[in-house]
């Protein structure tokens, strides 16, 4: 069974940092794809990072509007991915779900997802 | 960035009915490659999305043939046939063939 775990939410001040967590398992994680989406409190979904796998040497790609705040990686030997997000916004609020993909079919899994709030 | 555009907002449905979501690109979805990346996701009240039909008209392991997807180029729908309880949500669409993904504002199936 496929399972995504994210953790790391939580209550930040303007300004802070914050590092998400997806542990996975039920699939072959060394050659997926990882990818984080965060939903908004209005229900709004957007794709935010992509970690791609070592035979394309781990490429990223970001929304341009989290370049250089936001930061994903993975470590293959313990099957997780994780978002370094910096300098945080309240317009980061969110929901934040890791998926991953199957060749051609884009996000087949997704996490609970762990809820990130920054206010003051 | 492609604006994916999908109608209606709200779908009021009676149980055992027919309804059809309509989602459209603001660009054509068509890739390179040939293949067309719109994919449809429903979200279950306090779930996470999950994938019914990736590149236009697959049905995702597990999903029921009551749902089914078509269209090309820009214009893109989602039906839903027979439809049972289970099926309330809020479906969204999403592309792939540009960078970056984007998704609809989705549409909630809701009973009448």
């Known amino acids: 069974e496929v399972q995504l775990v994210e953790t790391g939410g939580g209550l930040v001040q303007p300004g802070n940092s914050l590092k998400l967590s997806c542990a996975t398992s039920?699939?072959?994680?060394?050659?997926?794809?990882m990818n984080w989406i965060r939903q908004t409190p209005g229900k709004r979904l957007e794709w935010l990072a992509q970690?791609?796998?070592?035979?394309?040497?781990?490429?990223?790609s970001y929304l341009e509007s989290v370049k250089g705040r936001f930061t994903i990686s993975r470590d293959d030997s313990k099957s997780s991915v994780y978002l370094q997000m910096n300098n945080l916004k309240e317009e980061d609020t969110a929901i934040y779900y890791c998926?991953?993909?199957?060749?051609?079919?884009?996000?087949?899994?997704w996490g609970q997802g762990t809820l990130v709030t920054v206010s003051s | 960035d492609v604006l994916m555009t999908q109608t209606p907002v709200s779908l009021p449905v009676s149980l055992g009915g027919q309804v059809s979501i309509s989602c459209r690109s603001s660009?054509?979805?068509?890739?390179?490659?040939?293949?067309?990346?719109l994919h449809w996701y429903l979200q279950k009240p306090g779930q996470s999305p999950q994938l019914l039909i990736y590149?236009?008209?697959n049905r995702f392991s597990g999903v029921p043939d009551r749902f089914s997807g078509s269209g090309s180029g820009t214009d893109f729908t989602l039906k839903i046939s027979r439809v049972e309880p289970e099926d309330l949500g809020v479906y969204y669409c999403?592309?792939?063939?540009?960078?970056?993904?984007?998704f609809g504002a989705g549409t909630k199936l809701e009973l009448k």
């Open positions: 970690i791609e796998d070592k035979s394309n040497n781990y490429f990223i």
């Open positions: 999403l592309q792939s063939t540009h960078f970056p993904n984007t």
């Open positions: 998926t991953f993909n199957y060749p051609g079919i884009q996000f087949a899994y």
């Open positions: 660009q054509s979805l068509v890739h390179s490659d040939g293949n067309t990346y």
């Open positions: 590149r236009v008209s």
């Open positions: 039920g699939f072959t994680f060394s050659t997926a794809w």
